[in-house]
Nanobody, 121 residues
Framework: QVQLVESGGGLVQPGGSLRLSCAAS????????MAWYRQAPGKQRELVAR???????NYADSVKGRFTISRDNAKNTVYLQMNSLKPEDTADYYC???????????????WGQGTQVTVSS
């Protein structure tokens, strides 16, 4: 059974940095898309960053130049490096992977449990 486990959230001052991790466990044949979303209180969930297996990336305009999404294929892990954090980055962050579990011929969406990021002085 595939599971995603997130880590790395916490409280940070404005201008600080955090690195989120999302590790996928279980029998996985392939991962086509890795992404991070966030949801602030009272707001809809929004895409923060996305990376395909081919290496293409895209970012929300609000985080361009500050956040970087990367992956470690050997560990089935996706990272979100967040620099120059702002109070408006405060949200619950969720990883999302489109992957093919062993024993299947289809891609499925999996979500992490979420990790809270609070940017405040």
């Amino acid at each position: 059974q595939v599971q995603l486990v997130e880590s790395g959230g916490g409280l940070v001052q404005p201008g600080g940095s955090l690195r989120l991790s999302c590790a996928a466990s279980g029998s996985i044949i392939s991962i086509s898309v890795m992404a991070w979303y966030r949801q602030a209180p009272g707001k809809q969930r929004e895409l923060v960053a996305r990376r395909t297996s081919g290496g293409s990336t895209n970012y929300a305009d609000s985080v361009k130049g500050r956040f970087t999404i990367s992956r470690d294929n050997a560990k089935n892990t996706v990272y979100l490096q967040m620099n120059s954090l702002k109070p408006e980055d405060t949200a619950d962050y969720y990883c999302n992977l489109a992957l093919r579990p062993a024993g299947t011929n289809s891609m499925y969406d999996y979500w992490g449990q979420g990790t809270q990021v609070t940017v405040s002085s």
